[in-house]
């Protein structure tokens, strides 16, 4: 059989992931901090026809010179498909409890309380809309827990000067499983003449909640950094994990160990660049008409060497 076949099926296959990377990053095109992917390929194994030479030893005006190899490629494959992680652009809300990374980093979220937590669980993400529970817990939209630094007592009060736990600061970076979930109290030591009137977020993750007149710092928002971030794995819900080869979470303050600062009010949008995709969609389509045309050309003198007997 020609080879020109198969080399046309494996094109076609691949094209045909990459318009469905395509059709992906299309789809999330106003999903919150979504990263768009791309497809790489790779060419696949050469058939050798004939070995290189090397030039003979003699004299060079009297002897034959080197030839190369001669090789037919054997199709297409799929080499990657990387992730693109930098910032997208933030878009104002104007909820409180909306929150945008600005710079590097990733928001820290389990579904447990922490004296739970299973281990390596935490997952990371970029989505910061977030709302606030019935028990004032600070939760993604699926109800997962925004991890962090507590400074509340047992009892869920403020305790004094603020002090907070664990220390997001420290050398080396918390573990993991030693962070709290960021809560909210609706009132100030539990007096109902004490309520929340309001909240903000600052660039270091601060939380202060001003009960009454009285502002005071209730806690501080986590984030995870990781020396290859393309190295993470999609979980759906725009949620990640961290690999082998992304490395491991490096737990710290916004602001602080090259994280991002955090904006609150702001949301990241997606990554997807429409006009790309657009362009990329028109490209491989006349890429994978192009295959299957070899493919028909193959079968055309296929059947004209049939055609040889009559």
Do not use: W
């Amino acid at each position: 059989m020609l080879r020109s076949l198969f080399s046309g099926v494996s094109g076609m296959k691949s094209q045909q992931t990459k318009m469905d990377v395509i059709g992906n990053n299309i789809a999330n095109a106003n999903t919150t901090a979504f990263k768009a992917s791309r497809v790489m390929f790779k060419d696949m194994l050469s058939q050798t026809m004939q070995s290189a030479s090397a030039p003979a030893d003699t004299d060079p005006q009297n002897s034959v010179g080197g030839t190369n190899a001669k090789q037919v490629g054997l199709g297409v494959a799929i080499a990657g498909v990387d992730t693109d992680m930098s910032q997208g652009a933030l878009q104002p809300t104007s909820r409180s409890t909306d929150i945008a990374i600005q710079g590097n980093g990733f928001f820290i979220v389990n579904n447990v309380q922490p004296s739970n937590t299973a281990p390596g669980y935490p997952r990371f993400t970029r989505d910061g809309g977030f709302t606030l529970d019935a028990k004032g817990y600070l939760v993604t939209s699926e109800g997962l827990h925004v991890l962090g630094a507590s400074a509340l007592d047992a009892s869920g009060n403020p305790v004094a000067a603020g002090t907070l736990a664990p220390d997001l600061s420290a050398s080396p970076s918390p573990a993991l499983d030693t962070l709290v979930a960021i809560k909210i109290p609706l009132s100030d030591g539990g007096t109902p003449a004490n309520k929340l009137k309001s909240f903000s977020v600052e660039k270091d993750g601060t939380i202060r909640a001003i009960y009454t007149d009285n502002p005071v710092v209730i806690g501080k928002i986590a984030v995870a950094n990781f020396q290859n971030e393309a190295g993470l794995e999609k979980l759906g819900s725009n949620l990640y994990k961290n690999t082998s080869n992304s490395g491991t979470a490096e737990v710290g303050a916004p602001n602080e160990k090259g994280a991002g600062s955090l904006e609150q009010g702001f949301l990241e949008m997606s990554k997807v660049d429409l006009a790309n995709e657009f362009t990329e969609m028109i490209i491989t389509s006349r890429a994978f008409q192009a295959n299957s045309r070899t493919i028909t050309t193959s079968d055309e003198m296929l059947q004209e060497l049939l055609n040889l007997k009559r």
